[in-house]
């Protein structure tokens, strides 16, 4: 009898310990468990940063969106709360989508990926010659080796783009190199070229293209690339926000100067959209190009976007490290897992799009902040995947990286302040009056900067963009922060032969008063 309960205690302390180490291995992994501690970890991230504006995340397991919500504030000034309707700019998230759209017309033959570039800009006579060798495919994965800046940066910030302006800029702005053709480097211009061919080949916006081919078959209602569409729907869409780096309001969140409008939104990086319908657009690339039970884009077409053609590196967690880049999407791995994304920002936006084919998840976040909200972003993406991984450590892991980031936060803002400070320290260095320096500078490939003079100082402005100058340190010249939240640059003013000022020079390039 004695053998008997010796026998029936050591069998139920094995039992008790083999149920502890299981239950210490595996927890439970059903949705309401995850969205109460999704939730609650979203929640501590806003607490601990007061700062950030609004954040809207989508979490898609198993082909359905299990978590969707929206936090924080829209538009702080109006006191308008973010929602799961409410529109985030995507920023080059969009190359997803333009990108599977040449999927598809190079499916039907309307522009192969395999053609030259040339053969589909009629009428353009480059100043410097494109080889043949340049095809679709290489601007869709960055390896096209062109460059132009102007273009760039026409579309994605000024919104100067009259078509015969852009036609020339193109024209004559368009370089290239022979040592890095076939090599990776990430630049919105194969994708602005890419919209360029829609126009000049199929006559087409890449706008109504990506409308008729994507948007409408996805049920994509509250996703458009017109900002002026959007405010016409009455649709709620997001102010940005950037840390200011000048001024009395520097280190403090302040709302950007630099808003989106239809002239600046291009096809390397103009969709406005929902949370909601993210986690559709990644359900439809994350099954294949199944949506709702039909076949919306071929899985044939989907399988060509998320080939890799070409390696890329990635220094920005949590997806760093080596991969391949697709059409539109980055491929790597997090942890042991393969994962495909493409995260997007501009000053006063961020959004994170990623998914894990093999484990069936997906999770989507929209900011509107960059800097600190593509941090937290990223840190609430990979949260969302390591509790479906089981990751070990979890909750101890992110509160460290939660006051981590805080303290970096802080110690930025403090730095910030600081540089501003000093340079409110300095003196004027223009020898003239400010009405001397007013005026309208042009060069034709970057555009027309409009100088005002104002009671004691200077308004810029390129297009959209518009600042403020403060001094700078030189004789004749000025420092601007054209992009809300930069470092600023600097304006140079040059006189002529008759002593007044004729010209100016602004990132290496002369603008010649009007």
Not at 44 to 63: C, E, N, S, W
Not at 308 to 322: A, H, I, L, Q, V
Request: glycine letters at 10%.
């Amino acid at each position: 009898m004695k053998k008997a309960i010796v026998i029936l205690l050591v069998v139920l302390l094995l039992n008790s310990a083999t149920q502890f180490l299981f239950a210490q291995t595996l927890r439970p992994a059903s949705e309401k468990d995850f969205n109460t501690a999704f939730d609650a970890q979203i929640q501590k991230t806003m607490r601990t940063f007061p700062d950030l504006p609004g954040i809207a995340i989508v979490v898609i397991k198993d082909d359905r969106p299990i978590f969707v919500r929206a936090y924080g504030m829209a538009d702080k000034e109006a006191g308008i709360k973010a929602d799961s309707d409410t529109l985030f700019y995507t920023g080059s998230s969009t190359k997803s989508f333009t990108a599977l759209v040449a999927a598809m017309l190079d499916q039907e033959g309307k522009i192969k990926l395999s053609d030259p570039v040339t053969k589909y800009t009629p009428g353009i006579r480059f100043k410097n010659e494109i080889p043949d060798k340049v095809t679709i495919r290489d601007l869709l994965t960055h390896t096209s080796g062109l460059r132009n800046g102007p273009l760039v940066n026409r579309l994605a910030f000024t919104g100067q783009i009259d078509q015969r302006e852009l036609d020339h800029v193109f024209a004559e702005g368009t370089t290239f190199s022979d040592a890095n053709f076939g090599k990776y480097q990430y630049t919105n211009l194969g994708y602005n070229i890419y919209g360029l061919a829609l126009h000049y080949h199929l006559k087409k916006k890449w706008q109504g293209v990506l409308q008729e081919r994507i948007f409408t078959p996805a049920g994509l209602k509250h996703t458009t690339a017109y900002v002026s569409k959007a405010r016409a729907k009455k649709f709620k869409i997001v102010a940005p926000y950037v840390i200011s780096t000048d001024g009395a309001d520097a280190g403090k969140m302040v709302r950007s100067g630099l808003e989106k409008s239809d002239e600046n939104m291009q096809s390397a990086g103009g969709i406005f959209m929902s949370i909601s319908d993210l986690g559709r657009w990644l359900n439809l690339n994350m099954n294949g190009g199944m949506l709702d039970g039909k076949q919306v884009v071929p899985a044939d077409v989907i399988r060509k976007a998320q080939t890799g053609y070409t390696k890329s590196t990635r220094n920005e967690p949590p997806f760093s490290g080596d991969g391949e880049y697709g059409l539109g999407w980055q491929i790597g791995k997090y942890r042991n897992e393969k994962v495909v994304y493409h995260h997007g920002g501009y000053p006063g936006y961020r959004s994170h799009v990623s998914f894990m084919p093999e484990t069936k998840v997906a999770v989507g976040v929209l900011v509107n902040n960059d800097t600190l909200g593509g941090r937290l972003a990223d840190m609430l993406a990979a949260y969302a995947y390591d509790w479906w991984l089981q990751t070990e450590n979890l909750e101890a892991d992110y509160a460290k990286q939660l006051q981590e980031t805080l303290t970096a936060f802080e110690n930025r803002k403090q730095g910030i302040a600081a540089e501003a400070a000093q340079r409110a320290k300095r003196e004027w260095q223009l020898t003239k009056p400010f009405i001397d320096y007013a005026g309208k500078y042009r060069n034709d490939l970057l555009g027309t900067i409009e100088i005002t003079a104002k009671e004691k100082a200077l308004a810029v402005r390129l297009g959209n963009m518009y600042t403020v100058a403060t001094p700078f340190t030189d004789k004749d010249t000025i420092r601007v922060v054209m992009l809300p939240g930069g470092n600023g640059e600097v304006i140079g003013f040059i006189k002529d032969a008759e002593g007044k000022f004729g010209s100016l020079s602004y990132g290496g390039f002369t603008f010649t008063k009007l």
